[in-house]
């Protein structure tokens, strides 16, 4: 893999000296507050609380070469400033800066294709709403969020077909990384790679689908999971109702060799959105769906979240996961969600939420945070956003979770809370 990089760097070089090359400059600067409390074992260890600062800077390069080709090239870092932290370090450190972006992509191939190589982000609305496809890197939370990959789309008016090859390590060994940390800065549980067919086609204002067939290879894990492959077929689908009710959803089967037999998961959502005022714009109300490992069988019917192991339904709740399937390891799950967004004025925004949470299974492992049921609790939420201007803005976000007998008898309840301020060029 390093000589692809290295491969990169030399056709960056010589598409430079061939045509005329326009930089243009990037950089982001965004400074987090957050408090936890009972997020990562329910109370269990009464030593669960932690209260600290993020500080993430990041500045990127752009470079067009005559509209022939471009490339692009960000350089990031992340680090943290504990106020408390139970039982843990408490230390500042600059921590490492690594390359977060570097990659080139050529345009209008015969008016039909588009190539991009290298490391790059993959943004949660251009592929179903992040339920199979957001973040390479999940254990590392919102430090990266990279994919090591080569895309090849090819696209006519109405529709498009990317393929997409991904190689996303355990730890990051493929480009240098400054002030490294040691041990590495875990990725991903193991070595990851995925080959994807995704589709986009029909009429967004109106009926639009995205289906998609994804392949994925797990190494076996320091951790204990095991190698796994599996196969996913499904769609995401959009329908506008009327003018004003949007139906969204998405439905998918996995088909995996874990355990060394075919088993067969199945996830899903589906949402309605309302516009209830020129204030409440919209109102939203939804079911998800994602299988949970039957304990009676020999397979694992667990649903698999590929690269959506991200907070896409809560940031509290995705640590609750930790001591179950793994930090934002999204599976056995039924939730039932509403979701109030108010525009207050032009640059305030108010979002207010609530969700009831379930198993399909009941937890039958060692983990003693854990009780006999299916409830998980409900969770309710509350986020505040201001734009000071096109380039600074801030939230407050807020949420509390009360456990359900899912967890031990004597589980407490949870709080998440996170401030943030955010400034781009």
């Known amino acids: 893999m390093k000589k692809i990089w290295a491969l990169l760097f030399a056709v960056f070089t010589a598409a430079s000296a061939a045509a005329e090359t326009k930089l243009s400059f990037d950089a982001l600067s965004r400074t987090r507050y957050e408090y936890h409390l009972n997020v990562f074992d329910a109370g269990f260890s009464g030593s669960d609380e932690r209260s600290?600062?993020?500080f993430k800077f990041a500045?990127?390069?752009?470079?067009?070469?005559?509209?022939?080709?471009s490339a692009y090239l960000r350089i990031a870092n992340e680090s943290r400033s504990y106020i408390y932290n139970a039982g843990g370090n408490t230390e500042y450190n600059i921590n490492e800066f690594?390359?977060?972006?570097?990659f080139f992509t050529v345009p209008g191939i015969l008016d039909v294709l588009e190539?991009?190589?290298g490391r790059m982000d993959f943004s949660p609305a251009d592929y179903g709403e992040g339920f199979l496809l957001a973040d390479g890197t999940p254990l590392d939370g919102s430090r990266t969020m990279y994919f090591n990959t080569v895309k090849a789309k090819f696209a006519s008016e109405e529709s498009s077909v990317e393929l997409i090859g991904i190689y996303?390590?355990?730890v990051d060994d493929l480009m240098p990384i400054a002030n490294e940390n040691m041990p590495d800065t875990a990725l991903n549980d193991s070595n990851e790679s995925a080959f994807i067919v995704y589709g986009r086609t029909g009429d967004k204002d109106k009926l639009y689908f995205e289906p998609y067939y994804m392949y994925k290879h797990e190494e076996a894990a320091q951790s204990g999971r095991r190698e796994n492959e599996i196969?996913?077929?499904g769609s995401y689908v959009k329908?506008?109702?009327n003018d004003n009710v949007i139906l969204r959803g998405q439905a998918a089967m996995q088909l995996n060799d874990y355990y060394d037999k075919v088993n067969t998961a199945f996830g899903g959502y589906v949402f309605a959105d309302l516009p209830l005022s020129n204030v409440v714009n919209p109102f939203s109300l939804g079911y998800v769906y994602l299988s949970g490992n039957d304990p009676k069988t020999a397979g694992a019917e667990g649903w698999n979240p590929l690269f959506s192991r991200y907070p896409w339904m809560s940031e509290l709740v995705c640590y609750l996961y930790r001591n179950e399937s793994g930090t934002a390891y999204w599976t056995n799950l039924q939730m039932v969600k509403a979701d109030l967004n108010f525009d207050i004025t032009k640059k305030m925004k108010i979002l207010l939420s609530g969700a009831?949470?379930?198993?399909n299974e009941s937890y039958h492992g060692a983990a003693p945070m854990f009780g006999e049921g299916k409830n998980r609790g409900a969770l309710s939420l509350a986020k505040i956003s201001y734009a000071f201007s096109k380039n600074i803005g801030a939230y407050v976000l807020g949420e509390y979770f009360k456990p359900g007998d899912f967890y031990f008898g004597g589980a407490k309840d949870s709080v998440f809370i996170r401030a943030e301020l955010s400034a781009k060029l």
Do not use: E
């Not at 500045?59 to 080709?69: H, V």
């Not at 009831?356 to 198993?359: D, E, I, R, S, V």
């Open 52 to 54: 600290f600062f993020r």
């Open 59 to 69: 500045a990127g390069l752009s470079a067009d070469f005559d509209g022939i080709a």
């Open 98 to 102: 690594l390359i977060d972006n570097l």
């Open 115 to 117: 190539i991009k190589a």
């Open 168 to 170: 996303n390590p355990r």
């Open 231 to 233: 196969n996913a077929f």
């Open 239 to 241: 329908y506008n109702l």
């Open 356 to 359: 009831l949470l379930y198993a």
